[in-house]
């Protein structure tokens, strides 16, 4: 598997904690930067906030727009859609995201993230 399909991978299954766990190493740390500020994610935390939004919203779903992929090296622009749980039928826009990845052994190491959120 490629480094650009273990990112693709990872984005197909978000917000499904249980899947996303498979895509990520054990040492796994995000950089995200967004209008609410900057905050670091372990392996863990990065699942309970899945887990938190897969229970905050009726669907969820990544829209990649653009993927670079140099070696081990990934960068990716994607737009992530939510179904709120109020309106479930409605999909909204909830950011706009670019994010740059390091892959190892075949699972997310590294991470860096600048989203504007909706």
Known sequence: MSAGDVVLAYYKDIPDADKLQEHL?????VEWTSTRGYMEFSKKEILIMMQQLAKMNAG????????I?????????????????????????????????KVENNKLLRGYVMSFIE
């Open 60 to 67: 969820s779903r990544i829209d990649v727009r653009e993927i």
């Open 25 to 29: 190493h054990p040492q796994f740390s």
């Open 69 to 101: 992929t140099e070696g081990n090296n990934v960068s990716v622009k994607y737009d992530h859609y939510i179904n709120p749980l109020d309106t479930p039928t409605e999909e909204k826009l909830y950011s706009r995201s670019l994010a740059m990845w």
